[in-house]
Nanobody, 127 residues
């Protein structure tokens, strides 16, 4: 059974940093495409970063390029999202997602391409 558990969220002032973790079980992160999504109150879930299985290929939405970095530790079977230069607009519930790696493309930033989700971790950025 695929399980994803996010952690690392919290409250931070604008300009600060956080690192989110997504611990995976039931599958190997090295063989799955994985992504980070966020959802603010009253807004749709937004894909912000994704990476492919085993390939050095990552995708980011424009609003986080240069500030966020997605990475994976295969030994720990964990996905990460390093977030720097946080702004209040980054406030949201953050989710990780995974899917079997049958293809690799920018469409990995779309939520409907994933069938496995974590419960989320809240990030709040104050001005």
């Amino acid at each position: 059974q695929v399980t994803l558990v996010e952690s690392g969220g919290g409250s931070v002032q604008a300009g600060g940093s956080l690192r989110l973790s997504c611990a995976a079980s039931g599958f190997s992160v090295s063989r799955y495409a994985m992504g980070w999504f966020r959802q603010a109150p009253g807004k749709e879930r937004e894909g912000i970063a994704a990476l492919c299985d085993g390939l050095p290929r990552t995708y980011y939405t424009d609003s986080v390029k240069g500030r966020f970095t997605i990475s994976r530790d295969n030994a720990k079977n964990t996905l990460y999202l390093r977030m720097n230069s946080l702004i209040p607009e980054d406030t949201a519930m953050y989710y990780c997602a995974a899917r079997p790696a049958t293809w690799c493309a920018p469409n990995l930033l779309f939520a409907n391409n994933y069938n496995n989700w974590g419960q989320g971790t809240q990030v709040t950025v104050s001005s």
